[in-house]
């Protein structure tokens, strides 16, 4: 899985505290304005109740409420609340009120409060029982009310203490980002530097401008770098020698044999000569391709300068240089690419890509076709059919031996084409496969890079 960035990391870790101390903060903020807001609304009730009670006279023993209707009105009139009232004996007889609630038990003089519900609407209820002189029965005053004013009330409250919370964490994780981002501007900087190189720089990393905890990451870097370079050296110095003394003979021996066809000879002597022309180019070939293996040896890995590449876009730079010999063959030349990223050495993939075509067409007879795919399936795949002789399945392991040829074989291929193929895809951690294509006839080879760093 791909790291997230020192960034997101970095605020990670303080924005969990800063909103846990907001979640408890607001927690609380909650608790405060509930119980404040509570003991407020209340504290209200009391007054309906101590209105009521001062109109309770007893008639013929028996408690009666003597008010007016519209005192009774104003009295339980609010405009964001029901109210419901209800006068009862201390036995439970309900004698005034258009509440229906049961007479809480062992109710004293002191008010009651408590939570009930009414019409199916959630209510405050405020209870006590009045003791009156000329009467054997006390009477249960109870008033109840809706809840929309409390509520109302409670989220203003918690917006006026939470908001200044909310403003003070967000400047805190802006002004963390920011200090972050400043914070991080040497590593930006170095790591611009050292992207803005060729593969070749292996010049140390400066360390003077960048900070302390990053030092020994550069040192280490630094002594890498140097090994590196040392050894690339070695290897280059033996490479260009090879190549000197391999290519530059047989490029003269070529030159001079085709210089001679130009001119008039027997017949017979220029038969001589066409065939030391093929046999010069084939060296040279050959040498070419020795070269190849040579660097894709396994210990030749530290010679590899790898990239991000797209096998699509590597194709298409090549596809001209196989136009050619296609029609001189006859042989229908199709690609069907789509874009399939991978991680590799530029100049290997695109000897892998070049060898397997060349052998498709060497190996092709005249009219047939070879097509070229790629695609992305998890990672890049490269695949070359052809309807050629086919590789036999006995031999498809021999076939990637070094100068191995399939008996019977056309042409004047040397054994190397497919080795060097397989090299290369080791050296990447590809997995190449050979089988027959879906036609029943030729042969097709895979090949199936892994899955590129940071991708899904």
Not at 320 to 347: C, M, N, V, Y
Not at 378 to 392: C, R, T
Not at 425 to 435: F, N, P, Q, R, V
Request: glycine share 6%.
């Amino acid at each position: 899985m791909r790291q997230p960035s020192l960034k997101r990391l970095l605020l990670g870790w303080l924005l969990g505290p800063l909103l846990g101390l907001l979640a408890i903060a607001s927690a609380g903020a909650f608790y405060i304005a509930r119980t404040s807001a509570t003991d407020a609304y209340d504290k209200a009730l009391l007054d309906p109740i101590q209105a009521l009670s001062q109109h309770i006279e007893t008639v013929n023993n028996k408690p009666v409420l003597k008010m007016a209707p519209e005192s009774l009105h104003s009295l339980f009139t609010d405009a964001y609340d029901s109210l419901y009232y209800q006068l009862a004996t201390n036995d439970g007889h309900v004698f005034e009120g258009n509440l229906r609630l049961p007479t809480p038990p062992h109710l004293t003089t002191k008010p009651l409060f408590y939570n009930a519900s009414v019409n199916g609407s959630d209510v405050r209820v405020a209870a006590l029982r009045l003791e009156l002189d000329d009467s054997p029965d006390a009477v249960v005053i109870q008033i109840a009310e809706t809840l929309s004013k409390r509520d109302r009330n409670l989220y203003e409250i918690l917006a006026i203490m939470i908001a200044p919370a909310l403003v003070m964490v967000l400047a805190a994780v802006l002004l963390v980002w920011f200090g972050i981002s400043r914070g991080l501007t040497p590593l930006q900087k170095l790591q611009a530097e050292i992207a803005a190189r060729s593969l070749r720089d292996l010049r140390p990393v400066p360390e003077d401008h960048a900070p302390e905890e990053v030092r020994p990451v550069i040192a280490s870097l630094n002594t890498l770098l140097n090994n590196l370079a040392a050894a690339i050296d070695g290897q280059q110095r033996f490479l260009a020698n090879a190549a000197h003394q391999l290519r530059t003979p047989l490029a003269g021996l070529q030159t001079q044999v085709e210089v001679a066809l130009r001119k008039d000879m027997p017949a017979e002597l220029r038969a001589t000569f066409e065939q030391l022309l093929t046999a010069t180019q084939r060296a040279a070939h050959l040498a070419n391709q020795l070269l190849t293996l040579a660097r894709a040896e396994p210990g030749a890995l530290h010679l590899m300068a790898m990239q991000n590449l797209n096998l699509a876009t590597l194709i298409e730079d090549v596809i001209g240089q196989w136009l050619g010999r296609a029609k001189a063959k006859h042989i229908d030349l199709g690609f069907e690419i789509t874009s399939a990223e991978l991680s590799g050495d530029p100049l290997l993939i695109g000897e892998l890509v070049a060898n397997l075509i060349d052998n498709a067409i060497r190996y092709t007879p005249e009219d047939g076709y070879v097509t070229v795919r790629c695609y992305q399936d998890g990672g890049a795949v490269l695949e070359v059919d052809d309807n050629g002789i086919g590789i036999p399945e006995s031999q498809r392991e021999k076939v990637l031996e070094r100068f191995y040829r399939v008996d019977g074989s056309p042409g004047n291929g040397c054994g190397l084409g497919l080795a060097i193929v397989q090299e290369i895809a080791k050296l990447h951690g590809a997995e190449l496969t050979i089988s027959t294509p879906d036609h029943a006839r030729g042969t097709r080879i895979k090949v199936r890079f892994p899955l590129q760093t940071g991708r899904s």
